[in-house]
């Protein structure tokens, strides 16, 4: 166990719907960030959060929405589904500016 | 633009013999560089890293990997292969916020190693 947590680990829906993924950091860290893993087009910096607050923006659609709640825990949004948003969507975290992160398990989202 | 590349796909070697996973990079500034392990179904493990100091860094589970400034390399190495280092490897850089703070990490696509019997 990273101590990484992210919930729910398998997520089927259907296009068109919108889901939210979880996370929650490791005890300490106040960095979360969130990547997309697809097959084509390998691990996708999505967007970081510290302590709250968003600190940087990667390949992250319009449709795709995230916030760092006040106990850290995060929050990643999908909506408007499609079909090539079925990924794995893993959450990591790190103290702030420390040189690695520690990733959880990830979500695998398919979209039917 | 910062990024990483690990330009072959694939690496097959036979257990017991030693194994190098590659990996460059192109970042402004000094680098810092990892390494992670993917196995099936599971999110990505820590290897090792390179921030400053010893080009040659050891890491988990018997990897090291040296740091080439000239070659702009960060290949990874192990001495002798095991069947169970079967799995995927990616190379990282992390890129720096506005204002020089440490931002995220860049992945390279990945190397996918099987090490057979």
């Known amino acids: 166990d990273s101590g990484v947590t992210q919930t729910p680990k398998h997520l089927i829906t259907a296009t068109g719907q919108r889901v939210t993924l979880r996370c929650s950091p490791r005890s300490g860290d106040l960095s979360v960030y969130w990547y997309q893993q697809s097959l084509d087009q390998g691990l996708q910096f999505l967007i970081q959060y510290y302590n709250g607050e968003e600190r940087a923006k990667g390949n992250i659609l319009e449709r795709f929405s995230a916030q760092q709640f006040p106990d850290l825990h995060s929050e990643l949004n999908l909506s408007s589904l499609e079909l090539g948003d079925s990924a794995l969507y893993f959450c990591?975290?790190?103290?702030?500016?420390?040189?690695?992160?520690?990733f959880g398990s990830g979500t695998r989202l398919t979209v039917v | 633009a910062q990024s990483v590349a690990q330009p072959e796909d694939q690496v097959n070697v036979a257990e017991g013999n030693p194994l190098t996973v590659k990996c460059t990079y192109s970042v402004s500034g000094n680098p810092y560089l990892f390494w992670y392990v993917q196995y099936p179904n599971r999110g990505l493990q820590f290897l090792l890293k390179?921030?400053?100091?010893?080009?040659l860094v050891k890491g988990s589970y018997g990897f090291e990997a040296e740091f080439n400034k000239s070659q702009t390399s960060f290949h990874l190495k192990k001495p002798s292969a095991l069947v169970s280092d079967s799995a995927l490897y990616f190379c990282?850089?992390?890129?720096?916020?506005?204002?020089?703070?440490?931002?995220?990490?860049?992945f390279g696509k990945g190397t996918k190693l099987s090490v057979k019997p």
């Open positions: 990282a850089v992390r890129v720096l916020n506005y204002g020089g703070s440490q931002g995220n990490l860049i």
């Open positions: 390179y921030i400053t100091g010893d080009n």
């Open positions: 990591a975290s790190s103290v702030w500016n420390s040189y690695g992160y520690t």
